[in-house]
């Protein structure tokens, strides 16, 4: 029992990974991320996005749990992808936002 | 759920107030490596270091990647070397056998710097100790990486004064030795009062004979978050001023808490300690000068100076203690002067001098840090400032350290420059009036009494 406990556990505590994508707003930004990510079987459960003086603002809040890429690699290439579309885009575990911002 | 504007605060704090963590150092125990023969132990201590260390900076750049947050320097620390090394070396010599072992490994774990080329003499000196301080400036001229340090006094012991005096004549050997590169040995060198057993924090990081096998400490940073936070509150009063820092600075190290946690499992090696300390780097934006100017002082080293780091000092660790489960360390607010922008504007305009910064010393959480001096000082008024910060951490309770610079063939007015992390400094001047027969008495000043505390 207390192993299946903490099996259930683990899974809810299954840390997300948020992405944030900053630059000057262009057609298809959306589009060209949630692309990647369809691609590399990552699901986005939730997108925020505002724009703030022409500036485009976006987080989603993804799981990347049925992707086989590594981390690492997918970190990396998001940013190549950024680079590409002329805007800022960071993927990063949502531990760092947590346990900064909750107790 | 985690929103926006949180996410932006903290890649704000990322990328452009350089919230960082200032280092993963990993700590070994040597105590195992020992043996009387010279070349079975700097096998045994190499083997061990690179077991334990191979994938120290590897797993640094991970995490670094994974959650966006820059990790600046992995470290490590091993057991004070003399009291790892005593059967097998019997000279400077040997010792300088054993700083080329630590430095190789260094080398081989790509870490930049390994600390615990070290003694404890808080007391008195074995034949040994004294062999292994003997040989610091050829250790230190002839490695890269290798950082020593040399704790002389406690609040438990008094001060050994005789190890004062030789520390004295080694700051200057040592910055004799490296004289072609600035002095640059001396930069690796500190000597300490009541030094802490867990400290991350190069060039006095040493892994205490308390500490377990193995362990993964972290030095948290941040000068530049708290100073962008304070700018949000000028002109309010102390209570806002203090729950601002407080705040602040809780933030700041659940990253570092998280980091060392990450860390530790990774590595599959406990986890020891958060230091919370406030380390500045010469980067503009990241200094601690800078939150006391904030604060409302026109330069660092103006009346207000000592009271403004004892405040900051003291929330740092308010806040900060609530955000990791294990503190330690130095824990408080840096003030070396080469690695802090701020601090070398103030004393090239005339405001900060090294009497002012001894008072701060008092306050805060480590010492004297990073000043280049000029290189014709007297070694008996080095061991005299050595004297004296041995002496605010004994009466204080606390750590307290000396890393100065002798720049040989540089005098007041002269800029030194030492590259990276460590800066470049104004040469400062030294109170030119003796005290060499103090210094040469030799003995102990006894322990302090530990009542009647005014």
């Known amino acids: ?103 | 759920m985690i929103n926006i504007l949180e996410v932006n605060e903290t890649n704000q704090m990322i990328e452009q107030e350089k919230l960082d963590v200032r280092t993963i150092t990993l700590g070994v125990s040597l105590l195992d490596c020992c043996d009387a023969d010279l070349d079975a132990l700097n096998r045994n201590i190499y083997d061990k270091i690179t077991r334990l260390g191979k994938d120290l900076v590897s797993t640094g750049r991970e995490i670094e990647l994974e959650y966006g947050i820059p990790i600046v320097n992995k470290r490590i620390a091993v057991t004070p070397i003399a009291l790892v090394a005593g059967r097998a070396c019997r000279s400077p010599e040997d010792f300088v056998e054993v700083a080329a072992t630590l430095d190789k490994a260094a080398r081989n774990t790509g870490v930049n710097f390994l600390g615990g080329y070290s003694a404890i003499v808080s007391k008195g000196m074995t034949p040994t100790d004294e062999a292994l301080i003997r040989s610091i400036p050829a250790a230190l001229a002839s490695t890269e990486r290798v950082c020593s340090s040399v704790n002389l006094g406690s609040t438990k012991t008094g001060i050994n004064m005789d190890a004062v005096k030789l520390m004295g004549e080694i700051v200057r050997e040592t910055a004799e030795a490296t004289k072609e590169n600035n002095s640059l040995g001396c930069a690796k060198l500190v000597v300490f009062c009541n030094a802490p057993d867990d400290n991350p924090f190069m060039a006095g990081a040493f892994h205490g004979v308390s500490e377990a096998d193995a362990v993964v400490n972290v030095g948290v940073s941040g000068p530049g978050v708290i100073k962008h936070a304070l700018e949000g509150v000028r002109g309010k009063n102390f209570e806002v001023l203090c729950e601002t820092v407080k705040r602040t600075a809780f933030k700041v190290t659940r990253a570092g808490q998280l980091v060392a946690q990450e860390a530790s499992e990774r590595l599959g090696i406990p986890f020891g300690i958060v230091d919370l300390s406030l380390a500045p780097t010469p980067s503009v934006g990241d200094s601690v000068a800078g939150i006391l100017e904030e604060m409302g002082l026109e330069s660092v080293g103006a009346p207000g100076t000592t009271a403004a780091l004892a405040l900051l000092n003291d929330q740092v660790k308010k806040g900060g203690i609530m955000a990791s489960s294990f503190v330690g360390g130095l824990s408080g607010a840096f003030i070396p002067v080469s690695e802090d922008q701020g601090m070398i504007d103030a004393v090239n305009r005339g405001a900060l001098t090294i009497e002012k910064l001894e008072a701060m010393t008092c306050v805060c959480s480590v010492g004297l840090d990073m000043i280049a001096i000029p290189g014709d000082t007297p070694a008996s008024t080095i061991s005299g400032i050595i004297a004296d910060e041995a002496a605010i951490g004994m009466i204080n309770q606390k750590t307290t350290a000396v890393r100065l610079i002798p720049v040989i063939g540089k005098d007041v007015g002269e800029t030194v420059e030492f590259g990276g992390l460590l800066g470049y400094a104004p040469v400062q001047r030294v109170n030119g009036f003796g005290c060499a027969d103090f210094i040469n008495r030799g003995g102990r000043i006894p322990a302090p009494i530990h009542s009647f505390k005014n």
Request: include cysteine; aromatic fraction near 4%; hydrophobic fraction near 40%.
């Open chain 1, 1 to 103: 029992m207390p192993e299946e406990i903490n099996t259930i556990q683990g899974q809810e505590s299954m840390s997300k990974t948020i992405i944030t994508v900053v630059g000057k707003d262009t057609v298809g930004i959306i589009a060209k991320v949630c692309t990647y990510l369809a691609e590399n079987q990552v699901n986005v459960e939730d997108i925020s996005q505002t724009i703030v003086q022409g500036y485009f603002n976006m987080m989603m809040i993804v799981d990347t749990g049925g992707s086989t890429k590594p981390y690492a690699g997918m970190v990396i290439e998001l940013d190549e992808l950024g680079e590409e579309i002329g805007v800022r885009i960071r993927c990063q575990r949502e531990d760092i936002f947590t346990k900064m911002h909750r107790i």
